[in-house]
């Protein structure tokens, strides 16, 4: 084009192309006939100059085209025309693109071998498509995400220029620039260490001077050290013969950062550095706290092998000294570290950021602002550092804080952050210091409220039991960890115990008070008199007034819309809530424990002062003073004693978990497995109640909880019409899930005399009791768990709502990938199908959680030979694939697993199908808008046909041919080589024996398809592993995810899957079980004997034969069937590389069928 370079246009460079393409045209006055049409009314002369322009605009948009596009748009003989649609082909829907590009640039980083010119480059390249998107971005912008993608050797500069932030971008490539060279000169290579003081270090840097690395200062090389000779001649004749390297006590105080010259050490007494190298605060004299925390730590220095030790941590109070540089200021630093050997006291730039603080550089200081721009205190520079001048406000020696002897403030924690007033009482109980003047950051800012009206309390009871004060709390979001959205609250009057019980469901409320009232009149041989109650719908109807009215207990009801008439229910409520908040707040632990927390703050309050008794409600309730030596704090690391039969001979005893409260029945705790992610009961623990527990979770979001608002939405209905209203109350014949089982009283770790009401929230995995055939409730699902929203309006009002948008973007961004469908009107009378997402949580080869969004249609509305002709698609036999197995374990064939991205968006759609935008996202379909289906998408009966259709044909495309026996196995053979497919679905599984033509097809697959190599070998649930001499197969995630489910994963293994004539041994009962819950286990079983545990195919066949009326003792059989799995889960079927005969197997048993007439026979081949 006349020496005019423009780029040919591929399909990923639009914007450069069309910037360069523009300018071209420009150059030969071409680009007027890509703007406008033809004129009407030209004059013959200029109509055919405009359509020499026209041809010739045409012809250099086409010769820059690549041979694909130049196919797309060849028909195209209008400049305006062909340039408009490049444009839309390439730009697509513009609010889309700007999301696009808006994440490019929030997502910017360098390259570990890119050169800052053209990590500049791109960053003003992509600023430029923002601004050609009509997406502004200010200088400003464009320097902050600059900067905050540097990383590697440039992260020293990122620190820095993050304190600079008024910088433009070529100040920003300018600094980058030096920094570069730098890293290419030959001295900067052979350096000892670059110091994190920048300021200190540049101040030599293009001086020539020579600069010393053992103190740091000039005109003077180490071995001409006076700091180094001096702390030579102090050693011993015995260290003087040690090599220098190995000195590591002498080198701690070589780096700059943490040194100052011996004749400099007054000058820095009062001095703070202000360090932007520095991962903490750090003072070297106990004279700046007001106390210490004990807490031994090493603290490394930067660039060398070297530590210092922390000895402790603490707050720092301090003020300016008056100078020449201001006037005084009192200052506060959080959460320094006491290191004695330090030279000099350093303040940490990064830790400041992290609190909000400001730092704005001004002529010769640096200003720290607070999170309100309010000018907090200045460092000035001097001698090439930036210093603050301070002066200690404790003039006496800090003393270490000690649990022993200073533990009013541990005590505090450890009661649920109890009041002042209330914690003197509990001096007769524990071994609490006397403090006068105590401040707890924690309550106040989780328990500030706003003042209420004085009220009275009066008691109306003179013994337990006689009247009961009942409120419902709810629903709270998000669900706990077992699944709960309400939490009830029963308050016995005269002792003021509080009694709380964990509900999925307002229609529990029922079961759960008749359980409570059954259970405690046992236990206490005293009987329920009163129970007072709002108007709520799950207190007031049919069936608990009747109930009340055969019981002979009187209900009293509130007066409408007036709560306060049952204030103590309504109190401890707010009690418990509160003192629940504090516990999340100080603990850091995500909201989903919330429910541990409030049966934590339960426990906790029954054994605290009430208001208006002489003695804590516990001691009224049982008639003796308790024990509290057992309590500990919520939320701390807690190591836990792991049983013998759960862990191998050299597996290390013990586990770390985080500390959730008491156990219900048995002297122990409620710990929290981290590895295992699940709760259970230990005796043999061990505390540091000092650490933290939410440290072993990563890093989490700060959530809030809002508890006023569990107050504000209380339903309450007028007493004269409820009879009319309770018919649209659904009533439960039981309660939804076993979880508030309250039949055992709680028993604390060292008196188990001891009661206290809170209930359980959630089932726990405990080790059971020998010989028990108690049959437990199954465990809920890891989904249920996790809190996996079920819709979108769910998923928006969820904690974890940014990682679903960004998981739905994600969704959404594929099916565009695949042009899934077409934006039309909506056509008048026309079935339209819903779309709905579909959320899940996957783990990663890594261990990290992933956030999963799909798009699904909701096609179970569709009528087959309708909508619809065919829905079947078939999948590999499970013998086919072990047939696979065997024969690579027997010729040595390579082994590869494989599954296909987003499989049915490949296939295309034969019939007709309308679906409305997807939910959240109509506003980018418009209105009156809806897609109309090109490609299968997943919940439509016909996807999975399709998807299989495409596949097969694209494998017979690449030389594949089908079985006969199995459609979903194809071979490849050309005499010597071979190759094998199977596909279950979008997972597919390729043995060979030749490197080529295996790769050929895998590159043939994936020029077709987005395909994944798993990492892990695993196929169809069943975990597949290679060796030397064959090829095994297991399941033992299965197998404990069974255990898990049947609560048993603690349970004591047995050697055999049955004993001969063990079901003969059961008396005879004929004591029938829920049939649903028997052949659901026994499918399970199945499942596993078909595919990698023959073993037990027996015993299952067996007991599969009672499946139309299974009693307990066949169901006690199978349970034994998961004890014997328990024990050989690691065991493996394997396939050797030896070539032999097959051998079967066959019995027959005749005539000994309970029915006596039948009998069985079968044949096992291996």
């Given at each position: 084009m006349d020496r005019i370079s423009v780029p040919e246009l591929t399909g990923t460079n639009y914007f450069i192309w069309s910037l360069k393409m523009q300018a071209a045209l420009s150059l030969k006055r071409l680009d007027s006939v890509t703007t406008q049409m033809k004129p009407e009314g030209l004059s013959e002369k200029d109509a055919l100059e405009w359509e020499q322009k026209n041809s010739d605009a045409v012809a250099y948009i086409k010769l820059s085209l690549s041979d694909e596009q130049a196919l797309q748009f060849a028909a195209e003989n209008n400049a305006k025309i062909l340039w408009d649609k490049i444009k839309s082909t390439f730009t697509g829907q513009t609010e889309d693109?700007?999301?696009?590009?808006?994440?490019?640039?929030?997502?910017?980083?360098?390259?570990?071998?890119?050169?800052?010119?053209?990590?500049?480059?791109?960053?003003?390249?992509?600023?430029?498509?923002?601004?050609?998107?009509?997406?502004?971005?200010?200088?400003?912008?464009?320097?902050?995400?600059?900067?905050?993608?540097?990383?590697?050797?440039?992260?020293?500069?990122?620190?820095?220029?993050?304190t600079q932030r008024d910088k433009s971008i070529d100040e920003v490539l300018e600094i980058l620039r030096e920094e570069e060279t730098s890293f290419n000169s030959p001295s900067s290579t052979r350096a000892e260490g670059r110091s994190a003081d920048v300021f200190y270090s540049r101040k030599y840097k293009n001086s020539g001077m020579r600069l010393c690395y053992v103190c740091r200062r000039p005109n003077h090389v180490a071995k001409d050290c006076f700091y180094r000779n001096q702390k030579e001649?102090?050693?011993?004749?015995?260290?003087?013969?040690?090599?220098?390297?190995?000195?590591?006590?002498?080198?701690?105080?070589?780096?700059?950062?943490?040194?100052?010259?011996?004749?400099?050490?007054?000058?820095?007494?009062?001095?703070?550095?202000?360090?932007?190298?520095?991962?903490?605060?750090?003072?070297?004299?106990?004279?700046?706290?007001?106390?210490?925390?004990?807490?031994?730590?090493?603290?490394?220095?930067?660039?060398?092998?070297?530590?210092?030790?922390?000895?402790?941590?603490?707050?720092?109070?301090?003020?300016?000294?008056?100078?020449?540089?201001?006037?005084?200021?009192?200052?506060?630093?959080?959460?320094?570290?006491?290191?004695?050997?330090?030279?000099?006291?350093?303040?940490?730039?990064?830790?400041?950021?992290?609190?909000?603080?400001?730092?704005?550089?001004?002529?010769?200081?640096?200003?720290?602002?607070?999170?309100?721009n309010k000018l907090i205190t200045k460092a000035f520079k001097n001698n090439g550092r930036l210093e603050l001048y301070l002066k200690p406000l404790y003039n006496s020696e800090c003393y270490f804080s000690n649990p022993s002897n200073s533990n009013y403030d541990i005590w505090h924690t450890r009661l649920c952050h109890l009041n002042a007033k209330y914690m003197l009482k509990m001096k007769d109980y524990t071994d609490i210091d006397d403090v006068n003047d105590f401040k707890c950051e924690t309550c106040d800012i989780s328990k500030i409220t706003r003042k209420t009206h004085p009220n009275i309390d009066v008691n109306q009871s003179s013994e337990i039991l006689e009247l009961i004060h009942a409120d419902l709390c709810g629903p709270i979001q998000p669900e706990s960890y077992g699944g709960a959205k309400y939490f009830m609250v029963l308050v016995d009057d005269f002792s003021g115990m509080y009694f709380t019980y964990f509900l999925k469901n307002k229609n529990e409320v029922f079961d759960i008070f008749s359980q409570f009232k059954t259970k405690y009149k046992n236990l206490t041989d005293k009987r329920i008199k009163k129970l007072r109650t709002d108007n709520g719908l799950e207190f007031v109807n049919e069936q608990l007034d009747t109930y009340l009215a055969n019981s002979g207990i009187f209900h009293e009801n509130t007066i409408p819309y007036n709560s306060e008439s049952n204030g103590k229910a309504e109190r401890a409520n707010r009690i418990l809530l509160e003192r629940a908040r504090s516990l999340l707040y100080e603990s850091e632990l995500p909201l989903k424990f919330w429910a541990?927390?409030?049966?934590?703050?339960?426990?906790?309050?029954?054994?605290?002062?009430?208001?208006?008794?002489?003695?804590?409600?516990?001691?009224?309730?049982?008639?003796?003073?308790?024990?509290?030596?057992?309590?500990?704090?919520?939320?701390?690391?807690?190591?836990?004693?792991?049983?013998?039969?759960?862990?191998?001979?050299?597996?290390?005893?013990?586990?770390?978990?985080?500390?959730?409260?008491?156990?219900?029945?048995?002297?122990?705790?409620?710990?929290?497995?981290?590895?295992?992610?699940?709760?259970?009961?230990?005796?043999?623990?061990?505390?540091?109640?000092?650490?933290?527990?939410?440290?072993?979770?990563?890093?989490?979001?700060?959530?809030?909880?809002?508890?006023?608002?569990?107050?504000?939405?209380?339903?309450?209905?007028?007493?004269?019409?409820?009879?009319?209203?309770?018919?649209?109350?659904?009533?439960?014949a039981?309660?939804?899930a076993n979880e508030n089982n309250s039949s055992i009283p709680f028993k604390t770790p060292d008196d188990a005399a001891n009661t206290v009401g809170g209930e359980i929230e959630t089932p726990v995995d405990q080790i059971p009791v020998r010989r028990s055939e108690r049959l437990k409730a199954k465990q809920m699902s890891t989904n249920l768990a996790c809190n996996v929203p079920n819709s979108y309006l769910e998923a928006k009002n969820s904690a974890d709502w940014q990682n679903w948008e960004f998981a739905m973007k994600n969704e959404l961004d594929s099916l565009n990938k695949h042009k899934v469908w077409?934006?039309?009107?909506?056509?008048?009378?026309?079935?339209?199908?819903?779309?709905?997402?579909?959320?899940?949580?996957?783990?990663?080869?890594?261990?990290?959680?992933?956030?999963?969004?799909?798009?699904?249609?909701?096609?179970?509305?569709?009528?087959?030979?309708?909508?619809?002709?065919?829905?079947?698609?078939?999948?590999?036999?499970?013998?086919?694939?072990?047939?696979?197995?065997?024969?690579?374990?027997?010729?040595?064939?390579?082994?590869?697993?494989f599954d296909v991205k987003t499989a049915y968006l490949y296939s295309d759609i034969e019939e007709t199908v309308y679906m409305l935008p997807p939910p959240g996202f109509e506003r980018l379909v418009g209105d009156e808008k809806v897609c109309k289906l090109k490609r299968s998408i997943y919940g439509l009966p016909q996807s999975g046909k399709n998807w299989y259709m495409k596949i097969?044909?694209?494998?017979?495309?690449?030389?594949?041919?089908?079985?006969?026996?199995?459609?979903?196995?194809?071979?490849?053979?050309?005499?010597?080589?071979?190759?094998?497919?199977?596909?279950?679905?979008?997972?597919l599984a390729i043995f060979c024996n030749n490197d080529e033509m295996y790769q050929d097809i895998v590159n043939s697959i994936k020029s077709v398809f987005e395909v994944h190599e798993n990492k892990t070998s695993k196929f169809l649930g069943m975990e597949i592993v290679k060796h030397k001499i064959g090829i095994s197969l297991s399941q033992s995630e299965y197998i404990e995810s069974l255990l898990v489910k049947y609560n048993l994963n603690e349970c004591k293994s047995i050697k055999t899957p049955i004993v001969k004539g063990e079901d003969k041994s059961f008396p005879p009962t004929n004591e029938l079980i829920d049939i649903t819950m028997y052949q659901e286990l026994i499918g399970e079983l199945l499942y596993l004997a078909n595919r990698t545990r023959p073993d037990i195919s027996f015993v299952i066949c067996y007991l599969s034969q009672f499946n139309h009326k299974p009693e307990k003792r066949h169901y006690i059989l199978a349970k034994r069937v998961l004890r014997y799995l328990m024990g050989t889960k690691d065991k493996k079927l394997f396939y050797d590389n030896n070539f032999g005969f097959v051998n079967a197997s066959s019995d027959a048993s005749w005539g000994n069928a309970e029915n006596g007439k039948s009998f069985s026979a079968g044949v096992i081949l291996l």
């Open positions: 693109r700007k999301i696009d590009a808006g994440n490019e640039l929030k997502n910017l980083q360098i390259n570990s071998n890119e050169l800052a010119n053209d990590y500049i480059a791109r960053a003003r390249g992509i600023a430029t498509k923002c601004h050609s998107l009509g997406l502004d971005v200010s200088p400003r912008e464009l320097v902050y995400y600059t900067v905050r993608g540097l990383k590697g050797k440039f992260a020293k500069v990122r620190d820095i220029l993050k001649s102090t050693t011993t004749s015995r260290k003087r013969k040690v090599h220098r390297n190995n000195n590591s006590k002498e080198r701690n105080t070589a780096n700059p950062v943490f040194t100052a010259a011996p004749n400099e050490e007054s000058l820095y007494e009062n001095i703070w550095i202000l360090d932007s190298g520095a991962s903490c605060h750090m003072a070297k004299d106990s004279v700046w706290f007001e106390k210490i925390l004990p807490e031994r730590k090493d603290i490394y220095l930067a660039g060398k092998d070297l530590k210092i030790i922390c000895e402790g941590f603490g707050t720092v109070k301090a003020k300016t000294v008056s100078t020449k540089y201001g006037n005084p200021l009192n200052i506060t630093i959080e959460n320094v570290s006491y290191v004695p050997q330090l030279r000099c006291n350093l303040l940490s730039v990064i830790c400041l950021m992290d609190k909000g603080y400001k730092i704005k550089s001004d002529n010769n200081c640096v200003l720290i602002y607070d999170k309100s541990e927390a409030i049966n934590f703050s339960t426990q906790v309050s029954n054994v605290t002062p009430r208001k208006g008794k002489e003695k804590i409600p516990l001691e009224t309730w049982i008639g003796k003073k308790p024990k509290l030596n057992y309590l500990k704090k919520f939320g701390c690391v807690a190591y836990f004693h792991v049983p013998k039969v759960m862990r191998n001979k050299y597996d290390v005893p013990g586990k770390c978990g985080i500390m959730l409260g008491y156990a219900r029945d048995r002297r122990g705790y409620r710990i929290y497995d981290i590895k295992h992610r699940k709760i259970i009961e230990e005796r043999s623990i061990k505390f540091n109640e000092s650490l933290k527990g939410s440290t072993y979770l990563g890093k989490t979001k700060v959530e809030t909880w809002n508890i006023d608002s569990l107050f504000e939405s209380t339903q309450d209905i007028n007493e004269f019409d409820h009879k009319t209203k309770v018919n649209h109350l659904e009533i439960s039981k309660p939804a077409e934006i039309v009107n909506r056509p008048a009378k026309t079935k339209l199908v819903k779309s709905k997402w579909v959320y899940s949580l996957k783990q990663s080869d890594n261990g990290e959680t992933k956030y999963k969004a799909r798009l699904v249609a909701a096609g179970f509305n569709q009528i087959k030979n309708k909508d619809y002709l065919e829905s079947y698609s078939p999948v590999v036999n499970i013998e086919s694939f072990r047939l696979l197995i065997a024969l690579a374990s027997k010729l040595n064939l390579m082994v590869r697993f097969k044909s694209e494998l017979e495309k690449f030389g594949l041919t089908q079985l006969a026996s199995d459609n979903c196995v194809f071979i490849k053979s050309d005499g010597q080589n071979m190759l094998l497919l199977c596909m279950h679905v979008d997972d």
